[in-house]
């Protein structure tokens, strides 16, 4: 079935650093994929997202592009703030079906931004 | 609301006792799902509602799950015969347009449950 594998963490960077969190995923069909973001204390919140090959979804500063030959869709962000500590799923749907997708998650990857 | 709410935001439950958990979707959001985040299986998906049938339940782990929803607004989740290993925090999402790629799922703050 579909799958998404994400780097393992935790990650700890200093602020201003670059930050790159792999995520590659397996799926059948023409999927959208997805980085979720969970603040401590917060509740899930869609960070960025893309419906399609080669397109590229972004946010606060957060960048991810849709690669179909690599399958994979990695986070990067060109300089971290403590503010970014959190957790980030990578995810995706498939969007084969007339019918909703449920989304399948990564296994999270915890990041700490040290000032 | 502004977004999907959840209640409670907490429940502490004996084993065996049934619990019910609310969901309330962003209004007008047709698609409703259920989720759940445990510390040993990560996020797994439950269950969706289109309008107020569940064409796919395929995520309920036991049949001692079990949801639904009524007038394609609030939904709720009933476990049965709680058991410890259903401690996990409950994540209600709804969006607007499943049938569109496009579509994004809006998630609502959860319901940590703890059995004893």
């Known amino acids: 079935g579909d799958s998404v594998t994400q780097m393992e963490g935790p990650v700890t960077l200093s602020e201003e650093a670059f930050l790159t969190i792999n995520c590659t995923y397996t799926?059948?069909?023409?999927?959208?994929l997805f980085w979720y973001v969970q603040y401590p204390g917060e509740g899930l919140q869609l960070l960025l997202k893309?419906?399609?090959?080669?397109d590229k979804g972004s946010n606060k500063g957060f960048e991810a592009t849709y690669r179909k030959e690599t399958t994979s869709f990695h986070l990067e962000k060109g300089s971290v703030q403590v503010s970014d500590s959190a957790v980030y799923f990578c995810a995706l749907t498939d969007g084969r079906y007339s019918s909703a997708s449920k989304i399948i998650f990564g296994s999270g990857t915890r990041l700490s931004i040290r000032p | 609301g502004a977004g999907v709410s959840q209640s409670p935001s907490n429940k502490v439950t004996e084993k065996g006792k049934d619990v019910e958990l609310r969901c309330d979707p962003i209004?007008?959001?047709?698609?409703l799902y259920w989720y759940r985040q445990s510390l040993g299986q990560g996020l797994e998906f439950l269950i969706y509602?289109?309008?107020?049938?569940?064409?796919?339940k395929s995520g309920l782990p036991s049949d001692r799950f079990s949801a639904e929803r009524t007038g394609g607004s609030v939904s709720t989740l009933t476990i049965q015969r709680t058991q410890q290993e259903d401690s996990a925090v409950y994540l209600c999402a709804s969006s607007l347009a499943p049938w569109k790629a496009t579509d994004t799922q809006y998630f609502g703050p959860g319901t940590r449950l703890t059995v004893l």
């Open positions: 799926a059948t069909g023409y999927p959208s």
């Open positions: 509602f289109q309008g107020n049938s569940a064409p796919d």
């Open positions: 893309a419906t399609k090959a080669d």
């Open positions: 209004s007008g959001h047709t698609a």
